[in-house]
């Protein structure tokens, strides 16, 4: 399985972004796919997370409300929309995939997922 992410880049305070990314190698209707992030100095944290059916999404207390993931199974990818963009928020992008076993389930430790992409940069200045 792999994963491809795109879609970073630079954008200003109160701007908005949308990474992506398109997996191959499996279909994706069987992993619950996350998005997690890591800033220069910083631990690899957890953004946002989606069930294997799209039913259920997750977020981490610092995007919620501005971000919002989304999955199309049939295109076998996942997409991460950013809105109201802080410099907070620059960091690499990774996106993951995770063999939850169940349509309804998402989780937030990193250590779930088995299968990662190799990363999108995302940077917030002005």
């Known amino acids: 399985v792999q994963l491809q992410a795109s879609g970073g880049g630079l954008v200003q305070p109160g701007g908005s972004l949308r990474v992506s990314c398109v997996v191959s190698g499996d279909a994706i209707s069987g992993y619950a796919m996350g998005w997690f992030r890591q800033a220069p100095g910083k631990e690899r944290e957890f953004v946002s997370a989606?069930?294997?059916?799209?039913?259920?999404?997750i977020y981490s207390l610092s995007v919620k409300g501005r971000f919002t993931i989304s999955r199309d199974n049939a295109q076998n990818t996942v997409s991460l929309q950013m809105n109201s963009l802080k410099p907070e928020d620059t960091a690499v992008y990774y996106c993951a995939a995770d063999a939850v076993g169940y349509p309804i389930v998402a989780r937030r430790s990193s250590g779930e997922y088995e299968y990662w992409g190799q990363g999108t940069q995302v940077t917030v200045s002005s």
């Open positions: 989606i069930s294997p059916d799209g039913s259920y999404t």
